[in-house]
């Protein structure tokens, strides 16, 4: 087996940090991009032990900062000559919380942690991705995107820089839901964009999953009841940081691009039908991709504003 480098942001918890270990114990350089070194010590710890080649790194980063994301590209390219996988795992989703937060740059939280720093990081790392033989990204959406079934649910791309945010109902459920949905838009229009430089570009479709105590923490009290409740019916970090791997390293997924991969490692299909019985089978089943996630109009939106907010913002 030919050593990877693999980059996992917010690997110091759930799946981000299984994958981290799941990486490492199988001989992988991994760099754990997490928000705190302090806090990340005892998953770094863990991840390092597993590793039988000791080629773990624990590197700060805070993917809602784009003066962050500068500095850990720079710092990583430094260290490291090339990079064959990227994991986009971090995410927010302090579900229940109603006030309306701006990330450093001034863009709302859930867009700049999601949406706009994955889209960053890419940007900045594509050149020593192109570099390695095989490079893949992985971007960890949600099935939360179901919601877009309803024909009526669009990104609400008006209230991103905090245009309405003392006026409008905020929910960082449903912004959770827009941003991990643009996040999807954009992957399907970067792997057609990278297709030349030979990147891979995929998202997973997470089911719900065990969530750590630490980020039960940061709900309201309802969602961390539901959450709870959740618990008993919902897969363990360990079961999709195997998603992570196989998708990241697997002949299988060698020549995939722009696809959303399912839970069973099964790329999943545009939804067909608009309504009746046919429609709500395909949402039932959660293997449909809503057909929003394809419309060419929003996707453009979001790519622009992207590169306005990401790489032309200081
Ligand atoms: N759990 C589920 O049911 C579920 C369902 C669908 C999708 N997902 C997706 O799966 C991925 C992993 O989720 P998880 O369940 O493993 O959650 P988790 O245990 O809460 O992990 C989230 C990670 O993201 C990090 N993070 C948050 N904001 C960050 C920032 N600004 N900069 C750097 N790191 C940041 C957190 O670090 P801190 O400790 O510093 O906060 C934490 O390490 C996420 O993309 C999530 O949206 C999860």
């Given at each position: 087996?030919?050593?990877?480098?693999?980059?996992?942001?917010?690997?110091?918890?759930?799946?981000?940090?299984?994958?981290?270990?799941?990486?490492?114990?199988?001989?992988?350089?991994?760099?754990?991009?997490?928000?705190?070194?302090?806090?990340?010590?005892?998953?770094?710890?863990?991840?390092?032990?597993?590793?039988?080649?000791?080629?773990?790194?624990?590197?700060?980063?805070?993917?809602?900062?784009?003066d962050s994301i500068r500095k850990f590209c720079s710092e990583f390219k430094t260290r490291h000559k090339k990079l064959n996988v990227l994991i986009n795992n971090a995410a927010f989703f302090e579900h229940g919380?109603?006030?309306?937060?701006?990330?450093?740059?001034?863009?709302?939280?859930?867009?700049?942690?999601?949406?706009?720093?994955?889209?960053?990081?890419?940007?900045?790392?594509?050149?020593?991705?192109?570099?390695?033989?095989?490079?893949?990204?992985?971007?960890?959406?949600?099935?939360?995107?179901?919601?877009?079934?309803?024909?009526?649910?669009?990104?609400?791309?008006?209230?991103?820089?905090?245009?309405?945010?003392?006026?409008?109902?905020?929910?960082?459920?449903?912004?959770?839901?827009?941003?991990?949905?643009?996040?999807?838009?954009?992957?399907?229009?970067?792997?057609?964009?990278?297709?030349?430089?030979?990147?891979?570009?995929?998202?997973?479709?997470?089911?719900?999953?065990?969530?750590?105590?630490?980020?039960?923490?940061?709900?309201?009290?309802?969602?961390?009841?539901?959450?709870?409740?959740?618990?008993?019916?919902?897969?363990?970090?360990?079961?999709?940081?195997?998603?992570?791997?196989?998708?990241?390293?697997?002949?299988?997924?060698?020549?995939?691009?722009?696809?959303?991969?399912?839970?069973?490692?099964?790329?999943?299909?545009?939804?067909?039908?608009?309504?009746?019985?046919?429609?709500?089978?395909?949402?039932?089943?959660?293997?449909?991709?809503?057909?929003?996630?394809?419309?060419?109009?929003?996707?453009?939106?979001?790519?622009?504003?992207?590169?306005?907010?990401?790489?032309?913002?200081?």
């Amino acid at each position: 087996m030919i050593p990877k480098t693999v980059i996992i942001t917010g690997a110091n918890t759930g799946i981000g940090k299984a994958a981290a270990i799941k990486f490492a114990s199988a001989g992988h350089k991994v760099v754990m991009a997490c928000r705190s070194i302090e806090r990340s010590q005892e998953a770094f710890n863990e991840a390092f032990n597993s590793s039988p080649v000791k080629t773990v790194e624990l590197m700060q980063l805070d993917v809602s900062s784009f003066d962050s994301i500068r500095k850990f590209c720079s710092e990583f390219k430094t260290r490291h000559k090339k990079l064959n996988v990227l994991i986009n795992n971090a995410a927010f989703f302090e579900h229940g919380k109603k006030l309306y937060q701006l990330s450093p740059d001034g863009i709302e939280l859930t867009f700049a942690t999601n949406t706009f720093g994955p889209f960053l990081m890419i940007e900045l790392l594509k050149d020593v991705l192109a570099l390695s033989g095989d490079p893949r990204i992985l971007n960890a959406c949600t099935e939360n995107i179901m919601h877009f079934f309803d024909p009526k649910r669009k990104i609400e791309l008006d209230n991103l820089r905090g245009e309405y945010k003392d006026t409008r109902k905020y929910s960082v459920y449903k912004m959770y839901g827009d941003s991990k949905m643009a996040l999807l838009m954009l992957t399907f229009k970067m792997a057609e964009e990278y297709k030349s430089l030979g990147i891979k570009v995929n998202a997973i479709i997470i089911p719900g999953v065990k969530i750590a105590i630490e980020t039960m923490r940061k709900m309201s009290l309802s969602y961390r009841i539901i959450a709870m409740i959740k618990q008993p019916f919902s897969l363990m970090p360990e079961r999709l940081a195997d998603c992570y791997y196989h998708i990241c390293t697997s002949d299988e997924f060698v020549n995939i691009t722009g696809q959303a991969i399912n839970k069973h490692n099964h790329v999943m299909p545009a939804a067909q039908h608009d309504k009746g019985l046919a429609k709500t089978k395909e949402l039932l089943s959660f293997n449909y991709i809503p057909k929003y996630a394809y419309d060419k109009e929003a996707t453009e939106k979001i790519w622009d504003m992207a590169v306005i907010f990401s790489l032309n913002i200081r």
